[in-house]
């Protein structure tokens, strides 16, 4: 028979191992149900202005639209290249219900046109970035825009830097034509493949895995 | 005085105390360290065929160059819009050194051109995914190629699905043409200003977090 004292022992080292699981366990599995619960990637100062949005190069790629001037009369209304980009959890969200959550964030990248002919044809190819917009829905500091989106730009040509924070533009200026325009919920995505084939097909698919791909345009 | 046996229970008190913060600094540690050295994207069967690559979704977007057929008298090489991708570690690797990893992979997805007008303009928006490429950088499987460099394409328009491996396309098809006009190492960053901006920056900065922007064309 063990005595009282290693009888302690070994109560005190199961405590201890059952607290060194339960520590590891809450530790790693907290952080991945934050990130998708709660985490924002946007900010608003005191001023109700958008801080710019930054670390974007790792949310996820939407699309590429090109309206350049040469096609426009030489007056495009948006004559760069815009790479359109979306917060992680608010894609793992749009997987998982095909909505856009409070607190989305879409950022839209401007690239100038840097060369219309190429060794692989002529065509549109990026040049340098020229400035930054974004757009965020949030029935909490939106709640009278309509779909609660706001629309903000960062762009500042004359000095060529970014607005360090921005507010949000009237809704005549952008949102009405997005809420007239724009196929599901102020988004563009009739010209978003990477959002179509994601909407609500689960958070744990990867649609790009997927070989099926539709027949190549003759 | 303390009780020899209050002594040794702080001891094993301490030791575990020590050995829950040491565990839980190896656990969370250890996958950050781990995903950057060793972690490679690409993987070759035993026939040295690609595996199809998946998962680019969460890769870093890199650019998207287009050159339509209307552009190219009707017969364009590359007719669709190319959303290229890069390789996290890789990106990383760039950001630190300047250079394409060994493992280095680029996945170049393949979009129709689904729409030449919109309410934004005349131009082309992304219409569906029609097939997948992909650049790998391996000294160890590609001794022979130029750079190392070797190119696959699942794209299988017949069938509408994308093929599950794919071996290297011959060096004068792609390689040769990349060798002679890509401008660092067989990649086409005079198109990418995400790869231009990130080349030996370091890893820890994010290049669009500067608000420095070139001023917008006029």
């Known amino acids: 028979m063990k005595s009282t004292k290693e009888n302690i022992f070994l109560t005190i080292k199961s405590l201890f191992a059952i607290a060194i699981i339960a520590l590891l366990t809450v530790s790693c599995a907290d952080k991945a149900s934050d990130d998708y619960k709660s985490i924002t990637y946007f900010n608003m100062d005191a001023n109700d202005e958008l801080v710019r949005p930054t670390g974007y190069r790792s949310w996820v790629y939407v699309g590429t639209p090109v309206t350049p001037n040469d096609l426009n009369d030489g007056k495009a209304p948006f004559p760069e290249m815009h ?20 607190g989305a964030i879409l950022v839209k990248e401007l690239v100038s046109i840097g060369s219309k002919t190429a060794v692989s044809g002529n065509g549109y190819f990026a040049g340098e970035f020229i400035g930054l917009e974004a757009s965020v829905k949030s029935k909490e500091h939106f709640p009278d825009e309509p779909g609660n989106w706001a629309i903000f730009s960062f762009t500042n040509p004359e000095e060529g830097t970014l ?20 196929q599901d919920d102020f988004v563009f995505t009739q010209y978003y493949p990477v959002l179509r084939a994601a909407k609500n097909i689960g958070m744990d698919v990867s649609p790009e895995d997927n070989a099926k791909r539709m027949t190549a345009a003759k």
């Not at 790479?83 to 409070?102: A, C, L, M, W």
């Open 163 to 182: 607005k360090q924070t921005a507010g949000a533009l009237p809704t005549n200026m952008c949102n009405a034509c997005h809420q007239a325009n724009a």
């Open 83 to 102: 790479n359109v980009y979306i917060d992680p959890q608010s894609f793992d969200h749009y997987k998982k219900t095909g909505k856009f959550r409070e």
